[in-house]
């Protein structure tokens, strides 16, 4: 431990990290996800609004404002995005040999192009690194007034799309940045209420191997400084059947804003048997100054609750620094408690990681 805190504290004095915008301001500021990103459950390009945020109220410093704001567009109808992470890791996991790494954690280039304006456009996300071109998202959408129909390969609606994927609630379910799913897509949305539901392979991106689908649905509220929402999933597979479901939420308290989501999975595996299992999460995010928000996390994770001694728990702790817009920095720690008997799961973890934007 002493030598974590040693590292620790080394990487504080060459290093800082960085973040995108998180779920936890769309509910700090009331407003739907799709008011800063393409996608209307969050993550990917920003929008004009998105950018304009970054530069004149999510940095320290702040931008000039005179108008002549980066928004994304190209011309009238091209607008591109895109995000790189770079990151140095150390964990000290109980039984095996420390551990130390940089590397590039993500990087992504978005493009949009508006056919018909509000009507009709073709949206392509395209992960770059690390290692080769891998294709998140490509679809065609189609707008209304208040309905958003999607065809092509996108990420699923279900619960909080948190930019970690690491996080419990997001690899339990299966449902992140690196399992999209192809198909079509529904969805309707208001000033306050936000309903989507897809029909999808199943797949995770990949081929279909039988003729079973996944079906998401997912709807929230948004008033003022709070979010209810709730989300169900069902995959029928030959492999075997997984049918989840949640709650999720958020609300502001002075300068803190809170996340929460709770999940129920349920897996039927070959021969008839049945496995329950439960994640949840609870988040806190403290803005104390313009530019800097420190973020405690806590999550839980039992993968089967017929086994009483297999549960995880983890705690976070980190400091987000934005000090220009388009860069955002973040170092934290780490904290796993599992079974024993898994390395992986019981180990002490810092990091730090800078991210530029566009």
């Known amino acids: 431990m002493r030598r974590l805190l040693l590292v620790c504290a080394a990487v504080l004095t060459f290093s800082c990290s960085g973040a995108q915008s998180e779920p936890y301001i769309a509910v700090d500021k009331g407003l739907q996800c799709s008011a800063c990103h393409t996608h209307s459950a969050g993550g990917g390009k920003r929008t004009a609004y998105g950018n304009v945020y970054a ?92 309905f958003r129909f999607t065809a092509g390969q996108f990420y699923l609606p279900y619960g909080w799309r948190l930019q970690d994927d690491s996080a419990f609630v997001r690899r339990a379910t299966g449902i992140n940045f690196t399992n999209p799913d192809r198909g079509v897509q529904l969805g309707y949305e208001s000033s306050r209420w936000s309903h989507a539901v897809s029909i999808t392979n199943g797949s995770g991106g990949g081929s279909e191997t039988d003729n079973g689908k996944q079906v998401s649905l997912m709807t929230s509220y948004v008033a003022g400084r709070w979010r209810l929402g709730a989300s169900a999933n069902h995959n029928d597979a030959d492999a ?58 806590y999550e839980y994770f039992d993968p089967d609750s017929d086994l009483s001694e297999d549960h995880e728990t983890r705690w976070s702790l980190l400091y987000e620094w934005t000090p220009l817009p388009f860069l955002q920095a973040r170092f934290g720690a780490r904290a796993n408690d599992g079974p024993p008997e898994f390395t992986d799961t019981d180990k002490e973890t810092i990091f730090a990681e800078l991210h530029g934007f566009f």
């Open 240 to 297: 075997g059947d997984r049918s989840m479901a949640n709650l999720f939420g958020g609300i502001g308290t002075g300068q803190v804003t809170w996340l929460f989501e709770v999940d129920a999975i349920r897996d039927e595996l070959p021969g008839g048997e049945v496995q329950d299992a439960v994640a949840g999460l609870v988040e806190g995010n403290w803005r104390f100054r313009r530019g800097h928000n420190l973020k405690l996390t």
């Open 55 to 146: 530069q004149t109220e999510l940095s320290s410093w702040l931008a000039e404002k005179d108008g002549n704001y980066w928004n994304g567009q190209v011309n009238e109808w091209l607008a591109v995005g895109g995000n790189l992470r770079s990151q140095f890791e150390y964990s000290d996991a109980d039984d095996e040999q420390d551990r130390s790494s940089f590397e590039v954690s993500r990087g992504n280039l978005y493009v949009e192009a508006s056919l018909l304006t509000n009507k009709l456009s073709v949206y392509i996300d395209q992960q770059v690194a690390p290692g080769g071109s891998i294709n998140r998202e490509a679809y065609v959408l189609l707008k209304g007034q208040s």
